[in-house]
């Protein structure tokens, strides 16, 4: 009996062992996001094991805004960066410090994701619309961020002058939503996610969304030069997200009718992991799916043209253009 228990254990001691060096053989990886429905994937990735499964061990890094994720991305204090577009981004890009290597959020028709928002005073004003935002005092992250260059489309498509909107850079989003909420600025661009607590409370006011405006590819997967050096790292990293973002696609967005995902018995599972990453119920998760390519494709003539705007505006380094900042080897070009 002795002799069966310690064969037992030796075998119990192997198994574990074995287990060990699996994990020892795992690449690790720092990926840096945002707590937004518009990582959909990598929260799913992480949480149901694609990204064990293929051979990684992530440690996810949070960020309250897109441009300090480029930053740590540059520097070395993660290795991966997946979050929205911003001229600080593509002037980091520029100077050969990052390579973007997948597509992630767009902003599509139908699927609510960042929204331009009024202040209750505002609105009272007579700002009902998002073209009624010329001349107004608008909150945004960052000069040049993902936001900034949502509102440059809409005086676009508009024939107002931006110049002639006060853009008022609050560095984050928590700070944007509280200066709307407390009416010193007049509107706001933010995530469905941050602005609906503002609007379930009555502290702000829906104009409308950007991708019903203004359509465009919002954010992607980048990388250092030294990340991308370890090819492996970075190939296994881009397949457990494809699959995360066929999943995503082919469960939650395909069932989106009117903004909004049902709660089911097929959709649930992924829905919680995405309000367990965001902080969010699963009813408020259900309005701000945000777009992704099911084979993660990079819209690569409307990164050329968010280039070429931000030199435009000066918040750019000229002297560069897309090829310069895309990894071909990597992006799935749509």
């Not at 002799?3 to 074995?18: H, N």
């Not at 799913?44 to 897109?66: N, R, S, W």
């Not at 440059?152 to 509280?178: C, H, I, R, W």
Request: glycine content about 10%; some cysteine.
């Amino acid at each position: 009996m002795m002799r069966v228990a310690r064969l037992a254990l030796a075998g119990l001691l192997m198994i574990a062992a074995s287990g060990i060096a699996r994990a020892d053989d795992l690449l690790k990886a720092k990926v840096g996001v945002l707590r937004l429905s518009s990582s959909a994937p990598v929260f799913i990735a992480q949480d149901k094991g694609y990204f064990h499964e293929a051979g990684l061990d992530v440690d996810l890094k949070f960020f309250d805004a897109a441009q300090p994720i480029a930053v740590a991305t540059t520097s070395g204090d993660i290795d991966f960066g997946v979050t929205a577009f911003t001229a600080g981004l593509y002037n980091l890009a520029g100077k050969g410090t990052l390579k973007v290597i997948g597509g992630m959020s767009r902003e599509k028709a139908g699927y609510p994701l960042i929204g331009y928002f009024a202040s209750n005073n505002a609105y009272a004003a007579g700002l009902r619309t998002p073209k009624d935002l010329a001349g107004k005092r608008v909150a945004v992250t960052q000069v040049g961020s993902s936001f900034h260059y949502s509102l440059g489309l809409l005086a676009d498509k508009y024939g107002f002058k931006l110049s002639e909107t006060k853009v008022l850079p609050l560095q984050s989003l928590s700070n944007a939503a509280a200066a709307l909420k407390g009416e010193t600025v007049d509107a706001a661009l933010l995530p469905a996610s941050t602005a609906r607590k503002l609007i379930d409370d009555g502290g702000a006011k829906l104009l409308g969304w950007v991708g019903d405006e203004t359509p465009w590819q919002l954010g992607a997967v980048f990388a250092s030069p030294k990340t991308l050096a370890n090819k492996p790292l970075v190939t296994k990293l881009l397949a457990a997200l494809a699959r995360a973002d066929r999943e995503y696609h082919d469960v939650i967005l395909a069932a989106v009718a009117d903004g909004k995902a049902p709660i089911n018995e097929a959709t649930k599972p992924l829905l919680e992991i995405i309000a367990k990453y965001t902080n969010l119920p699963v009813e408020q998760v259900v309005g701000n799916c945000a777009y992704i390519d099911p084979d993660g494709k990079l819209d690569v003539k409307n990164v050329a043209n968010q280039v070429e705007w931000l030199q435009a505006q000066g918040f750019v380094d000229k002297g560069f253009g897309v090829d310069a900042i895309i990894a071909k080897d990597y992006v799935k070009p749509d």
